[in-house]
């Protein structure tokens, strides 16, 4: 699905990628875990062409991203941050996505799943963080793509609609779809994710299942073992 080469990126003089390479097959959910400044975002953002590496190779679903952007409409992605446009209506920003990206009523049944009839006329602007970030969700799982690619998904989410969005991330893996998350919130990495990738320093520390992290570590559970790795690393 998602196949990177000696990927190096670097912004100036800060070097955030450092010659990573990873390999994510078909179908599951991967949690791509790391400190700030290990280069999750820069990475998700390579992978969706919205950086360019310096050097190295990305393929997904086969093919070379370089020069192509067709590959793109095959992914849905939640930023961390949405920046919606604060004067237009919910239902309006639904329809101009659904006019910008082809026809879907998917957008019908994931209203109702995150209960967001009632703010469809209500303006962005207007909307609570947590209201926002499931306008994001339903933006995002609308158009029913194979790679589903979410940026700290549970921002601002309410104990309900958490459930709602686990819910739904287990519905999409048993269509056989991919899932990258980002997240820093633990237990619910630990509760949806079939495989960690951590980053470190632009490198990939680790990849398997929590299992294996914690015998690794050889600590008795998920936060302790990534703890550990950061305590060591930085002793």
């Known amino acids: 699905m998602v196949t990177i080469q000696n990927l190096h990126k670097s912004f100036g003089k800060n070097t955030v990628l450092k010659g990573l390479d990873l390999t994510i097959g078909n179908g599951g959910i991967f949690a791509i875990l790391g400190p700030n400044g290990s280069g999750k975002t820069t990475l998700i953002k390579s992978i969706l062409g919205m950086v360019i590496p310096n050097k190295g190779s990305i393929a997904v679903f086969g093919e070379s ?17 949405a920046n ?3 004067n237009l209506k919910v239902k309006e920003l639904i329809k ?31 909307l ?19 790679l ?17 969005l686990k819910d739904l991330i287990q519905i999409e893996k048993q269509k056989g779809k991919t899932i990258l998350i980002t997240s820093h919130i633990m237990s619910f990495v630990e509760e949806v994710s079939d495989e960690i990738v951590f980053l470190l320093e632009g490198q990939i520390y680790f990849k398997g299942s929590i299992s294996d992290l ?22």
């Open 84 to 86: 919606f446009p604060n």
């Open 214 to 235: 914690k015998t690794k570590t050889n600590q008795p559970d998920f936060e302790h073992a990534i703890a550990s790795i950061l305590q060591e690393n930085h002793a």
């Open 128 to 146: 609570s963080g947590g209201t926002k970030q499931k306008v994001n969700l339903v933006l995002t799982f609308m158009f029913n793509s194979p």
């Open 148 to 164: 589903v690619i979410l940026d700290e998904p549970t921002t601002g989410l309410d104990p309900i609609a958490l459930i709602r």
């Open 96 to 126: 101009m996505i659904k006019d910008l990206r082809g026809k879907t009523e998917l957008d019908k049944a994931l209203i109702e799943r995150f209960k967001l009839t009632p703010f469809l006329d209500k303006k962005l602007g207007n």
């Open 65 to 81: 991203t370089k020069h192509q952007s067709k590959y793109r409409h095959q992914i849905d992605y939640l930023p961390q941050i």
